[in-house]
């Protein structure tokens, strides 16, 4: 059993910067891929950018040379920045975890296949 919680959300201007951190907990929190997915009002669930305990990265095209994922193995952490942030943006970030062996991170992302799901962080990008 795994549990993901999510932090750093919040309102920003079009344009400026937000971190977000998803933090793991349990022992096999290094075993698996962690994913960013968010939820617009009156959209679908979408993964943003996913990423496996070796660093394999995908990031879904919206989002490419804004966000970047990153993970610290140390601390079970993984993080996304947003630079540059849009009003299209604005969702609630939700994190999730999956065992790496089952799911590569693009199939993570695009099938939405997170196994261990945060409750969730609003991002509100408006000016």
């Known amino acids: 059993q795994l549990q993901v919680v999510e932090s750093g959300g919040g309102k920003v201007q079009p344009g400026e910067s937000l971190r977000l951190s998803c933090t793991a907990s349990?022992?096999?929190?290094?075993?698996?891929?962690i994913g960013w997915f968010r939820q617009a009002p009156g959209k679908e669930r979408e993964g943003v950018s996913c990423?496996?305990?070796?660093?394999?990265?995908y990031y879904t095209n919206s989002v490419k040379g804004r966000f970047t994922i990153s993970r610290d193995n140390a601390k079970n952490t993984v993080y996304l920045q947003m630079d540059s942030l849009k009003p299209e943006d604005t969702a609630v970030y939700y994190c999730?975890?999956?065992?790496?062996?089952?799911?590569?991170?693009?199939?993570?992302?695009?099938?939405?296949?997170?196994?261990?799901w945060g409750q969730g962080t609003q991002v509100t990008v408006s000016s």
């Open positions: 999730a975890a999956r065992l790496a062996m089952m799911v590569t991170p693009e199939n993570m992302c695009i099938r939405l296949l997170g196994r261990y």
């Open positions: 349990g022992s096999t929190a290094d075993s698996h891929s």
């Open positions: 990423i496996s305990p070796h660093n394999t990265t």
